[in-house]
T-cell receptor
Framework: GAVVSQHPSWVICKSGTSVKIECRSL??????MFWYRQFPKQSLMLMAT?????????EQGVEKDKFLINHASLTLSTLTVTSAHPEDSSFYIC??????????FGPGTRLTVL | ELKVEQNPLFLSMQEGKNYTIYCNYS?????LYWYRQDPGKSLESLFV?????AVKQEGRLMASLDTKARLSTLHITAAVHDLSATYFC?????????????FGTGTRLQVFP
């Protein structure tokens, strides 16, 4: 089946620094990638939808300048959390989709901001 | 605003018992997904329900979809400890060719001996 990887799997950073998370589709070309955020014991919240070569579409309430998404190729999307603060600590999950009804989810990245 | 609600939010059940998790959503959609999440892990796909009346079964789990009632159910038969996890339903919104998923609140299932 289709495999999606994320790197890093966990990261701890100081407040005010920026963190980049990579999402890769390993054995297929993804037309669309999604980024989700999940707080402890809560559901997944869709942050943004990204298509290769175009600007990401952000959900209401998600700060574009805070969460920079770049979808440079059909196999790679990156999420950069700029000037991270403790409230940005969360579990970030990406998914990649073909032109079908199936999203393939990455293993997630746990971000802790001190 | 699309809302996806699951009921119950937490379920503690004895091994061998049956139970149903409900997923209600507030807008028209004919595609619904069920996922399982273990603590600290990402999502595992369980079922994709693509039309009204769709029913799918895998092992002790069976999912169904009623698009007219905007309701999906996940039925657990003769629960075992290995089923302990959090279960999410997700409703598809289809702006283009690829579904955009709105997740339910989640149901945390704990199965005890």
């Amino acid at each position: 089946g289709a495999v999606v990887s994320q790197h890093p799997s966990w990261v701890i950073c100081k407040s005010g620094t920026s963190v980049k998370i990579e999402c890769r589709s390993l054995d297929f070309q993804a037309t669309t990638m999604f980024w989700y955020r999940q707080f402890p014991k809560q559901s997944l919240m869709l942050m943004a939808t990204s298509n290769e070569g175009s600007k990401a579409t952000y959900e209401q309430g998600v700060e574009k300048d805070k969460f920079l998404i770049n979808h440079a190729s059909l196999t790679l999307s990156t999420l950069t959390v700029t000037s991270a603060h403790p409230e940005d600590s969360s579990f970030y999950i990406c998914s990649a989709a073909l032109l079908t009804d199936t999203q393939y989810f990455g293993p997630g990245t746990r971000l802790t901001v001190l | 605003e699309l809302k996806v609600e699951q009921n119950p939010l937490f379920l503690s059940m004895q091994e061998g018992k049956n139970y149903t998790i409900y997923c209600n959503y507030s807008t028209t959609s004919d595609r619904l997904y069920w996922y399982r999440q273990d603590p600290g892990k990402s999502l595992e796909s369980l079922f994709v329900l693509l039309s009204n009346g769709a029913v799918k079964q895998e092992g002790r789990l069976m999912a169904s979809l009623d698009t007219k009632a905007r309701l999906s159910t996940l039925h657990i038969t003769a629960a075992v400890h290995d089923l302990s996890a959090t279960y999410f339903c997700a409703v598809a919104i289809i702006p283009y060719n690829t579904d955009k998923l709105i997740f339910g609140t989640g149901t945390r299932l704990q199965v005890f001996p």
